[in-house]
Each structure stands twice: as structure tokens, then as C-alpha cells.
């Protein structure tokens, strides 16, 4: 089959590779049919090399028609179409039960202290084969998969793997009152699926963040009040606090993560781990670790007393240094986290529909071949030609 895969720093390719294969009887191979590119899968691109060997299979959002199952396989057959998560969760252990299959006990990576398995991330996360390819190989046949009907057109169904939930968690952990106010720090796909989210579930005020004009105006369209980071920079917070009464909002969704812009010194210290040698990278990022923590720290300006900062962006730093007086000082509530996928799938579903309110069919900015995925990272990655979301198409 063709796959895109790792083979270096800023360098991926499209390459033949074996077809996966059912190795448990509770497997099933899913042909792909949509396979979306995330924001978090640039840090592969660009900093996590450490973890991630030449030749891994990339890619967390796929989805597609059911090919073969496994011989205990019973709730699905052969022409099913189905959504894959991208948290690798059993559906039964204590952390399953318990709606956090991001932490599922049965996948995860103990040798690094890790939480789930993950489809297409690094050592960090059990190294599993990705979903930017032709098949994909999936286990937990009758516990991982979204069975999604026929008809509509993949982009209905196919941010079930990773946007829509993502998102919705971030609104839901970010606990924004009914009619109240919250910045979304970041208008990529998270953050802009994040504003959409919270302009549906009753907030009064969505206030959008980022530098990037194609967002900024995507943003705008949905009713979001955009602040353009290039024209209020060090005065953002004063900003924020002008539109709520000179609080701050009541909540906070770091949308950013460690791609924060402004921070040159931790960016040049992420390029340099990058550089070397894989074990004695791993030994620098997990001892000596740090991030751009200027969207964070932005965060923590914005928020009213007492609100809610909830963090979907990424961060990979071990040794990040924070203003913990600043945060109890203002009675900050912090939640964070991995999407538990599954756990959010009952509240989403019945909102993709013909109505589409969360505007989930226009959503892809691109849909391209998969053959073009090394030329989509680099278009995403420089932030060109209005890519916001992209799909690639086995």
C-alpha cells in the first residue's frame, strides 16, 4: 500500500510499505476513504524526531470502509463505514469506564511514562502505525470504531476521529457559565472548531486570537470577535479586558500549544533537540525540556479571577517554568488534556446533520491526493495558501 511516512526533520514521504494484517482475533483493516492532517502532527514534522524512526506511518484522523475483521469481531463486517479515534482505548479497563480513554490502562506506554497508545505519534505513544495510508490496521474491532451510516460525504463524519472532540473538550473543560465569555487562543482547526462549539453551546462572547489573516476572516464569518495578534501584541490582555468590563473573559482555550509565536529562545532549543542524536534527544526533552509558553502565559493574562483556562494545544516540555503566583493569586482553575474521544461521541453525533450546525461539511480548506501530502505539511507548516484544514485522499 502507499503511506505517508517519516524520514527525517521536515521530511515526509509517500512510500510503498507491507499491507497491514490482522495479528488479534479483535482486529479489523479499515480501507481508507479521508484522512485528515492535525496540527500536533507538525511537531513531528519539526521537533520530535528524537521519538520517531525513519519509515513510521503518520496520520490520526482517518476514517473509511471496513475491509476485513478478525475472527471475534462481531458488531462489524466487511463494508461498514466507520470513524477511528485517535486514542488506541480499549472500551473496558478502569480508565475506559471512566470516560478518560485517553489514559486507557490497557495501551498505555509505561516505558515512557505515557499515557493511550496513539495512532501515528512517536515512541511517546506506543509507535503505532498511522492513518495517512491506503489500509490501516485497527484494534478493539468492536469497542474503538464510530460506525457511521452511508450517504453522506466524509467530511460529515470524519472530525469524529479527532477535531469535534478535541474541540468539544476544550470548551467542556473550559466550564465557560451560560451566556458568558471566552478567548480561543489559536484559529487552526482546534481552535476554530472550538469557537464554533462554544457559540453553540450559549456563550455570549467568543473572542478569537491569532496572526494569521485566512483565519482571522474564517473566524470573523462565524460571528467570533477577532484580535488580530500582529496589532495588539503586548496589549492583547488590555484588549480582551476592554470588550468584558475590564475583567478578562471567563474562560481561557489554549488552542496553541508549544507553537506558541514570540518565544525565540525556546524555539531555537526545540530546532537544536531536534538535531540530535535520538537518545541523547530524548534525554534532553524529557529532563531538560521547554516550551514557547507564550500562548499560555497570554492565557493566564486574559482570564478573569476566578475563570477557567483549558489547554488543547500541545506542550512537550518536562522543565517548563510557571508564574504559580500569578495563577493562585487569581484563583485560576486549570484543565488539560488528550480528547477523550469516545467519551464526547454521543454529545456530537446528533449535531452532524443536514442543518450542520457546527459547519462541519465546508470545513477542509484542501482536499488533495495523498500523493501531495509531503508538499501539504510544508503549505501548512509556512501557513500558505489559506490552509487551515487539510484532507488527504488515499
Given at each position: 500500500?502507499?503511506?505517508?511516512?517519516?524520514?527525517?526533520?521536515?521530511?515526509?514521504?509517500?512510500?510503498?510499505?507491507?499491507?497491514?494484517?490482522?495479528?488479534?482475533?479483535?482486529?479489523?483493516?479499515?480501507?481508507?476513504?479521508?484522512?485528515?492532517?492535525?496540527?500536533?502532527?507538525?511537531?513531528?514534522?519539526?521537533?520530535?524526531?528524537?521519538?520517531?524512526?525513519?519509515?513510521?506511518?503518520?496520520?490520526?484522523?482517518?476514517?473509511?470502509?471496513?475491509?476485513?475483521?478478525?475472527?471475534?469481531?462481531?458488531?462489524?463486517?466487511?463494508?461498514?463505514?466507520?470513524?477511528?479515534?485517535?486514542?488506541?482505548?480499549?472500551?473496558?479497563?478502569?480508565?475506559?469506564?471512566?470516560?478518560?480513554?485517553?489514559?486507557?490502562?490497557?495501551?498505555?506506554?509505561?516505558?515512557?511514562?505515557?499515557?493511550?497508545?496513539?495512532?501515528?505519534?512517536?515512541?511517546?505513544?506506543?509507535?503505532?502505525?498511522?492513518?495517512?495510508?491506503?489500509?490501516?490496521?485497527v484494534p478493539f474491532g468492536d469497542s474503538l470504531p464510530i460506525k457511521v451510516p452511508h450517504g453522506p460525504a466524509d467530511d460529515r463524519f470524519v472530525y469524529l476521529s479527532d477535531v469535534l472532540p478535541t474541540a468539544w473538550q476544550a470548551v467542556e473543560?473550559?466550564?465557560?457559565?451560560?451566556?458568558?465569555?471566552?478567548?480561543?487562543?489559536?484559529?487552526?482547526?482546534?481552535?476554530?472548531?472550538?469557537?464554533?462549539?462554544?457559540?453553540?453551546?450559549?456563550?455570549?462572547?467568543?473572542?478569537?486570537?491569532?496572526?494569521?489573516?485566512?483565519?482571522?476572516?474564517?473566524?470573523?464569518?462565524?460571528?467570533?470577535?477577532?484580535?488580530?495578534?500582529?496589532?495588539?501584541?503586548?496589549?492583547?490582555?488590555?484588549?480582551?479586558?476592554?470588550?468584558?468590563?475590564?475583567?478578562?473573559?471567563?474562560?481561557?482555550?489554549?488552542?496553541?500549544?508549544?507553537?506558541?509565536?514570540?518565544?525565540?529562545?525556546?524555539?531555537?532549543?526545540?530546532?537544536?533537540?531536534?538535531?540530535?542524536?535520538?537518545?541523547?534527544?530524548?534525554?534532553?526533552?524529557?529532563?531538560?525540556?521547554?516550551?514557547?509558553?507564550?500562548?499560555?502565559?497570554?492565557?493566564?493574562?486574559?482570564?478573569?479571577?476566578?475563570?477557567?483556562?483549558?489547554?488543547?494545544?500541545?506542550?512537550?516540555?518536562?522543565?517548563?517554568?510557571?508564574?504559580?503566583?500569578?495563577?493562585?493569586?487569581?484563583?485560576?482553575?486549570?484543565?488539560?488534556?488528550?480528547?477523550?474521544?469516545?467519551?464526547?461521541?454521543?454529545?456530537?453525533?446528533?449535531?452532524?446533520?443536514?442543518?450542520?450546525?457546527?459547519?462541519?461539511?465546508?470545513?477542509?480548506?484542501?482536499?488533495?491526493?495523498?500523493?501531495?501530502?509531503?508538499?501539504?505539511?510544508?503549505?501548512?507548516?509556512?501557513?500558505?495558501?489559506?490552509?487551515?484544514?487539510?484532507?488527504?485522499?488515499?
Amino acid at each position: 500500500m502507499r503511506a505517508l511516512t517519516w524520514q527525517g526533520k521536515r521530511d515526509v514521504r509517500v512510500e510503498t510499505v507491507p499491507d497491514p494484517r490482522i495479528e488479534e482475533p479483535t482486529d479489523i483493516i479499515v480501507r481508507i476513504t479521508s484522512t485528515g492532517i492535525c496540527g500536533s502532527d507538525l511537531h513531528l514534522y519539526e521537533l520530535l524526531g528524537p521519538y520517531l524512526d525513519p519509515g513510521d506511518i503518520l496520520g490520526h484522523e482517518p476514517m473509511g470502509i471496513v475491509e476485513e475483521v478478525g475472527a471475534q469481531v462481531t458488531s462489524l463486517a466487511p463494508g461498514d463505514r466507520v470513524v477511528v479515534p485517535f486514542n488506541v482505548s480499549c472500551g473496558h479497563c478502569y480508565m475506559c469506564d471512566r470516560g478518560l480513554q485517553s489514559q486507557c490502562e490497557t495501551t498505555q506506554v509505561r516505558e515512557h511514562g505515557t499515557g493511550a497508545s496513539l495512532f501515528g505519534y512517536t515512541k511517546l505513544y506506543g509507535q503505532v502505525p498511522g492513518g495517512q495510508a491506503e489500509l490501516l490496521r485497527v484494534p478493539f474491532g468492536d469497542s474503538l470504531p464510530i460506525k457511521v451510516p452511508h450517504g453522506p460525504a466524509d467530511d460529515r463524519f470524519v472530525y469524529l476521529s479527532d477535531v469535534l472532540p478535541t474541540a468539544w473538550q476544550a470548551v467542556e473543560y473550559a466550564a465557560i457559565p451560560p451566556g458568558g465569555t471566552v478567548t480561543v487562543l489559536g484559529l487552526g482547526p482546534i481552535g476554530a472548531m472550538a469557537a464554533r462549539i462554544a457559540r453553540h453551546r450559549g456563550a455570549k462572547l467568543v473572542v478569537g486570537v491569532d496572526l494569521v489573516p485566512e483565519r482571522l476572516a474564517r473566524a470573523t464569518a462565524d460571528g467570533v470577535t477577532c484580535l488580530d495578534l500582529r496589532r495588539h501584541g503586548k496589549d492583547l490582555g488590555d484588549a480582551v479586558r476592554d470588550l468584558t468590563h475590564g475583567r478578562g473573559t471567563d474562560a481561557v482555550i489554549d488552542a496553541v500549544g508549544m507553537e506558541a509565536h514570540g518565544a525565540p529562545v525556546a524555539k531555537a532549543a526545540h530546532g537544536a533537540v531536534g538535531l540530535l542524536p535520538d537518545a541523547l534527544g530524548q534525554r534532553l526533552m524529557e529532563t531538560a525540556g521547554f516550551d514557547r509558553l507564550t500562548a499560555f502565559r497570554a492565557a493566564i493574562d486574559l482570564v478573569r479571577r476566578g475563570g477557567t483556562i483549558s489547554v488543547s494545544g500541545v506542550y512537550g516540555g518536562a522543565a517548563d517554568p510557571l508564574p504559580m503566583l500569578t495563577m493562585f493569586d487569581k484563583q485560576i482553575q486549570l484543565r488539560m488534556g488528550q480528547a477523550n474521544v469516545k467519551r464526547w461521541v454521543d454529545d456530537i453525533l446528533p449535531l452532524l446533520t443536514d442543518e450542520d450546525p457546527l459547519g462541519v461539511d465546508e470545513f477542509a480548506t484542501h482536499r488533495l491526493p495523498l500523493e501531495e501530502g509531503p508538499q501539504a505539511y510544508k503549505t501548512f507548516q509556512d501557513k500558505q495558501d489559506g490552509m487551515i484544514k487539510t484532507l488527504l485522499i488515499p
